[in-house]
């Protein structure tokens, strides 16, 4: 108010014929401020309080899901493929079986490439055959992949390890 009051005043003194627009334009910041206390006050009595929040541990949080979400949709289509085809098969879904047998392995002590026998007799017959090092490149690329029933056997014999 102080800030208005003082040009006003010193307007009024030193030129007297422009007091009626100094008045005038007083009345408006005067205005103008009491508009701003009024409706500053409304919206602070209207307003929501905020409420508390609520802190989950932090092995609650979720982690970051576009990385998961990206290699999830790799391997499912991976899976699509290989139903069809014996080169999806080798070149797109055996890397991931061969990545989780070899992590399996290493749990218990047992290298896939270094000690095949060992390896051969802990993941069995329908997984040694996807897995195995020495597995050759399919001839015929356009031949059928694996059945459904098979990679279920598959799938569940890795996690037995």
């Not at 290989?82 to 749990?107: E, K, N, Q, S």
């Amino acid at each position: 108010m102080t800030l208005l009051s003082v040009p006003v005043a010193a307007v009024v003194f030193f030129h007297g014929g422009l007091a009626g627009l100094a008045l005038r334009l007083w009345l408006v910041g005067v205005g103008a401020l009491l508009f701003w206390a009024v409706s500053g006050a409304a919206l602070g009595i209207w307003a929501v309080p905020e409420a508390p929040r609520f802190a989950l541990p932090s092995w609650w949080r979720r982690r970051p899901a576009g990385e998961r979400l990206r290699q999830l949709e790799e391997l499912e289509r991976a899976v699509d493929f290989a139903l069809g085809t014996a080169f999806d098969l080798h070149f797109r879904l055996r890397p991931h079986l061969v990545r989780v047998a070899a992590t399996r392995l290493a749990a218990r002590g047992v290298s896939l490439q270094a000690e095949p026998d060992r390896a051969r007799a802990l993941l069995g017959p329908d997984v040694w055959d996807l897995v195995r090092p020495d597995r050759e490149p399919p001839e015929d690329r356009a031949g059928r992949g694996v059945d459904l029933a098979r990679l279920r056997r598959v799938v569940d014999q890795l996690h037995a390890i």
